[in-house]
């Protein structure tokens, strides 16, 4: 049974406004040494009827948006019409009682406000059972009328099937499923340095001359561009992790630990074996940027079946941890050969340092971390790593392609191929080093240092860099 102490403890803003300036997240925003500000804050129809859900990754800064939210409403709003309910700090375990929960709050709050607008935030709502079912009892008692509900979660695979027992009951709108995912490297800049940021602008055309042109454009900033980058390499997008390295040089013991226990934590509560998920993440890692077949899997682990491979890799993509690559049929044909060797990337270049050193057992993360990003061929896997998920950001359909000869990436759209890249950081590439590539007509090198155009082979060479603060 729910009571209301829990619910009004967790909304200090009924008695005192100001109680959200006290809240350790926005607290923790506001003495951060950086302050990302999501595009996604901007993107929600609060003034309407429906039920948004924010899918990420844990730790990469779902409440502090909601929070965000909530302080903003609070300028000018009766904070009674505010609900703000953490299922993972409620001690409750079912969403029978999440509905419990909202009909206590909202026959409360129409008992005093009975036409006004109420904006309802439950967050981590995936930490409950059948979280879903609150919501749609809640709606099917007509109960969400002038009501504008967000709820989050880290488990993309819980939301997508709680999502599902909700039909008809999350409005009218389309857009109402939000993704916040790590920083890019073009929000990294922004973030780190907006003065740099504004003097170039986002990708062009997908053609090599107008990127050859973008690329000059933002050529005076390449040093600057490059650093960031190789901070990057280390610290990834997420904001704690970047926060405290521009404040100390280097990342907290404590910032690796819990970013391993919460994403380890969600994978246990998913009836996901520890010994598995190490020994596949080894596997994994080893194997970076190079096509697998799940079959390999059994024989290097001791998962003893393919599907069971299968089934533990599309759980930890759908948890924000992989990024699956598929072989394109054909270099003419953007279908991706579900049979063939697939690439396995991890998402962000923090969780996979965070998880290396879980499966190696080191006692010092962050110098593990350097000391990988130091070694030339780890590096060129980690470019390759972070491009894949840049590109998978951006575009729907992205294959690689393998046969007498390999090309990184395909990029597709509407089933034609729009560019293929291949990633090279190196010093220098010649003709020799990306033959598949020039053999297909051309297209884009993601080099270390150097940008030219080779119009005669139809193809931009580009500092990696430069592609990526463009995206």
């Keep these: ?102 009909k206590l709050y909202i026959s409360w709050a129409r008992s005093v406000l009975p036409k006004e607008r109420l904006y309802i935030f439950i967050d981590e709502a995936t930490y409950l059972s059948n979280w879903s079912l609150g919501i749609k009892a809640t709606f099917d008692l007509g109960l969400l009328k002038k009501t504008s509900l967000i709820a989050t979660g880290s488990s993309a695979i819980d939301l997508k099937r709680g999502t599902e027992r909700m039909p008809g009951r999350r409005g ?30 986002s990708f062009p055309k997908w053609n090599q001359q107008t990127l050859f042109e973008a690329g000059e454009s933002i050529a005076l900033y390449g040093r600057q561009l490059e650093g960031l980058f190789e901070r990057y390499l280390v610290t990834g997008g997420f904001p704690n992790p970047v926060s405290n390295e521009v404040s100390k040089g280097e990342i907290d013991l404590h910032i690796y630990e819990i970013y391993r226990d919460s994403t380890l934590g969600d994978l246990v509560k998913q009836r996901k074996q520890e010994r598995f998920l190490r020994q596949l993440l080894l596997w994994v890692e080893r ?42 049929k054909s270099i003419g044909k953007c279908l991706p050969s579900f049979r063939a060797g697939k690439k396995v990337y991890f998402n962000d270049p923090f969780i996979l340092h965070t998880l290396r050193w879980w499966v190696y057992s080191f006692s010092n993360p962050w110098r593990a971390a350097c000391e990988y990003v130091m070694n030339r061929e780890n590096r060129g896997k980690l470019v390759e790593t972070i491009v894949a998920s840049h590109l998978k950001q951006h575009f729907n359909e992205i294959f690689h392609w393998k046969d007498t000869g ?57 500092p990696v860099y430069y592609f990526l603060a463009m995206l």
């Design 172 to 201: 009218k709108k389309s857009g109402l499923d939000k993704t916040l995912i790590p920083m890019n490297f073009r929000e990294f800049v922004n973030t780190l340095h907006p003065g740099v940021f504004k003097k170039f602008g």
């Design 406 to 462: 390999e090309i990184d990436f395909i990029v597709c759209e509407e089933g034609d191929v729009k560019m293929m890249i291949e990633v090279k950081y190196r010093e220098s590439v010649g003709p020799g080093d990306i033959r598949p590539l020039l053999s297909h007509g051309g297209g884009v090198v993601l080099t270390k240092k150097g940008l030219w155009f080779d119009r005669k082979r139809r193809t931009v060479f580009i």
């Design 287 to 328: 194997m970076l940027t190079t096509p697998i077949d799940w079959n390999d899997a059994t024989r290097e682990t001791e998962i003893k079946h393919h599907e069971t491979v299968r089934q533990y890799i599309e759980d930890l993509e759908l948890s924000f941890i992989f990024n699956t690559i598929y072989r394109v």
């Design 1 to 102: 049974m729910v009571d209301f102490s829990v619910i009004a403890a967790q909304n200090p803003w009924w008695i005192e406004k100001k109680a959200i300036v006290e809240d350790i997240h926005i607290q923790g925003y506001e003495e951060a040494k950086i302050k990302r500000r999501p595009e996604i804050l901007g993107e929600f129809d609060l003034e309407s009827d429906g039920v948004y859900v924010i899918r990420g990754p844990r730790q990469v800064g779902k409440t502090t948006l909601v929070k965000l939210l909530i302080k903003k409403l609070l300028k000018n709003l009766d904070s009674r019409r505010i609900f703000y309910f953490a299922c993972d700090a409620s001690g409750i375990e079912k969403g029978s009682d999440l509905a419990e929960a909202l």
